[in-house]
Nanobody, 121 residues
Framework: QVQLVESGGGSVQAGGSLRLSCAAS????????MGWYRQAPGKQRELVAT???????TYADFVKGRFTISRDNAKNAIYLQMNSLKPDDTAVYYC???????????????WGQGTLVTVSS
């Protein structure tokens, strides 16, 4: 059974930094794109950043210059370094990955359970 586990959330004051981690475990043959999404209270889930298997990266405009996504393929993990945090960044952050369990299987979309980031002013 494959699962994604996030860690690193917490509370921080505006201007501070946090680093989120997400690791995939279980029966994994291959992982294609991975990414971070977030959902603030009362709002829809939105994309924060994605990174492909060859480290092609996209960012949402609202995090450009502040957040950095990275990937460690050997550990089946991605990270999100978040700097210059703002109260508007308060949300539950979710990790997403496309995972292939066997060589001839299809990629399945997996989500982590989420980690809460709270930024106070």
């Amino acid at each position: 059974q494959v699962q994604l586990v996030e860690s690193g959330g917490g509370s921080v004051q505006a201007g501070g930094s946090l680093r989120l981690s997400c690791a995939a475990s279980g029966n994994i043959f291959s992982i294609n794109a991975m990414g971070w999404y977030r959902q603030a209270p009362g709002k829809q889930r939105e994309l924060v950043a994605t990174i492909s298997s060859i480290s092609a990266i996209t960012y949402a405009d609202f995090v450009k210059g502040r957040f950095t996504i990275s990937r460690d393929n050997a550990k089946n993990a991605i990270y999100l370094q978040m700097n210059s945090l703002k109260p508007d960044d308060t949300a539950v952050y979710y990790c997403r990955a496309g995972i292939q369990a066997t060589w001839n299987g299809r990629y399945l979309e997996m989500w982590g359970q989420g980690t809460l980031v709270t930024v106070s002013s």
